[in-house]
């Protein structure tokens, strides 16, 4: 069975997918399930996928730059795939 790639959605390259889940995967899998239920907003759903891949970095300065380059991408297109539960 093919690992999962939870980072990015469907329509972003799986090469790139699968180098963002290298560290980010268990982040983004909880934020796909943030995105998909009604538990929270979608700023909320946002700023814990940028708390939780911060805690992933184990303060690595670089994975923490790569964390928050990542959320502020989600920020902006997010909007496209909030919410919907077949985009992730």
């Not at 093919?2 to 560290?23: D, M, T």
């Not at 708390?51 to 730059?65: A, G, P, W």
Request: charged share 25%; with cysteine; net charge positive.
């Amino acid at each position: 069975m093919e690992k999962k790639y939870y980072c990015g959605a469907l329509w972003v390259p799986r090469w790139i997918r699968k180098i963002l889940s290298i560290k980010f995967n268990a982040s983004c899998k909880i934020h796909d399930l943030d995105y998909s239920s009604t538990r929270f907003d979608r700023e909320e759903a946002d700023t814990r996928f940028l708390l939780h891949m911060i805690r992933q970095s184990k303060n690595s300065f670089s994975c923490e730059v790569v964390a928050t380059m990542y959320y502020l991408f989600v920020r902006m297109l997010g909007k496209f795939t909030w919410g919907n539960k077949d985009s992730h």
